[in-house]
């Protein structure tokens, strides 16, 4: 007893199709696809992974190494949810490092060396000065047009 899934969901190169044409064929018809190419070009693809699609570990830890991140310690339960700890990129990318020289995580939420899998959940990256741009930006509105 379960749900059966049929059908397919076609693939298109997205710089192979107009906007015109994806609405008149997907979005008035709520028909789903896949747009492929896309993101080809974008910088991310490039330095966030390697050609085989494995994570640039070492572009995270070189470039984010020292902001702090909330992690999940998904071996310790803290009310309805896991105990979160704070920690910096790089000290979570070195966890993540020493569990695959140790043999990786397995089914359970302890991981090859015996400390239990850590998730970086939610990471939201916050610049001090994108902070002051929008603090700049909402009093100048406020001195300027009133609101």
Not at 48 to 61: I, R
Not at 66 to 79: H, I, L, P, Y
Request: aromatic share 16%; with cysteine.
């Amino acid at each position: 007893m379960g749900i059966e899934i049929g059908g397919s969901i076609e693939k298109v190169n997205g710089k192979e199709i107009s906007y015109n044409e994806f609405v008149e064929r997907y979005l008035a018809k709520n028909q789903p696809v896949v747009l492929t190419g896309l993101m080809d070009d974008w910088r991310a693809c490039k330095d966030w992974v390697f050609d085989n699609g494995k994570p640039n570990l070492k572009f995270f830890s070189t470039h984010f190494g020292n902001s702090k991140v909330q992690v999940a310690d998904c071996g310790t339960r803290e009310f309805t949810d896991q105990k979160r700890v704070e920690m910096t990129v790089s000290e979570f990318i070195d966890h993540w490092i020493d569990d695959r020289e140790c043999g990786g995580a397995s089914n359970s939420f302890q991981e090859g060396n015996g400390k239990f899998v850590l998730y970086l959940k939610d990471w939201h990256f916050v610049t001090v000065q994108a902070l002051k741009f929008s603090l700049y930006f909402c009093l100048f509105i406020y001195l300027h047009l009133g609101f």
